[in-house]
Every structure is written in structure tokens, then in C-alpha cells.
């Protein structure tokens, strides 16, 4: 079992900046890839970016790629998701989850395991 832990949530103006933090812990080693998924209220679970355990190979959705950077720390097994020029569509509940095995980064039934998720909220 590999259990997440999400932090650093909040309420932030626009224009401003979060970083979210996934703490991972239990079985680490099978831990193929992370990833940084969202959801506003009443919309479906969105892909928001991933990054490659071994060899931190990055991938972002479009619309956040600029705006938002994954990296990881190994050492601590945590990966952060740095969010720049916030916007108020940006306002969603913030989910970390792992993957242990290769398949599509963008696709939620490819991971195994699921943090609690954060709340980030960005006022106008």
C-alpha cells in the first residue's frame, strides 16, 4: 500500500501563488509515476500534471502548462506542484495519486492510489 498526504492548500487572490505538497510513505518503491489532478464543483476530476519517478520526465495538460511546474524530491518522497498566477477557475479540490505502472498519464483509472485532497480557493 502507498499512502499520500496533501498539503499547502488555501485561499489565495488572484494573480498569486501556492505550492502544493504530496508526501508519499508505505510502499514507495512501486511507485511508477505521480500526479496532480483537480475538481471544481460539479465538473469531472481533470488531469492537471504528472512526472516520472525515475528520470522526472514531465507532463502538463495544456491550458496549465506555464502557469503550474511539477518536481519531486526523492530524498523525501514528495512531489510538489508549484502554482504561479493564480486564477479564480483555478479554484478546484487538489488530488495527488501514484501510479505503478505505465499507462496514460492523463488518465485517472491509470493510478492506484489517492491522496485526500486540498482545497485551493482563488478569490477575484
Known amino acids: 500500500q502507498v499512502q499520500l498526504v496533501e498539503s499547502g492548500g488555501g485561499l489565495v487572490q488572484a494573480g498569486g501563488s501556492l505550492r502544493l505538497s504530496c508526501a508519499a510513505s508505505?510502499?514507495?518503491?512501486?511507485?511508477?509515476?505521480m500526479g496532480w489532478f483537480r475538481q471544481a464543483p460539479g465538473k469531472e476530476r481533470e488531469f492537471v500534471a504528472a512526472i516520472r519517478w525515475s528520470g522526472g520526465s514531465t507532463y502538463y495538460t495544456d491550458s496549465m502548462k506555464g502557469r503550474f511546474t511539477i518536481s519531486r524530491d526523492e530524498t523525501k518522497n514528495t512531489v510538489y506542484l508549484q502554482m504561479n498566477s493564480l486564477k479564480p477557475e483555478d479554484t478546484a479540490v487538489y488530488y495527488c495519486a501514484a501510479a505503478t505502472y505505465d499507462d496514460s498519464v492523463s488518465y485517472r483509472g491509470s493510478y492506484d492510489y489517492w491522496g485526500q485532497g486540498t482545497q485551493v480557493t482563488v478569490s477575484s
Open positions: 508505505g510502499r514507495t518503491l512501486r511507485i511508477y509515476r
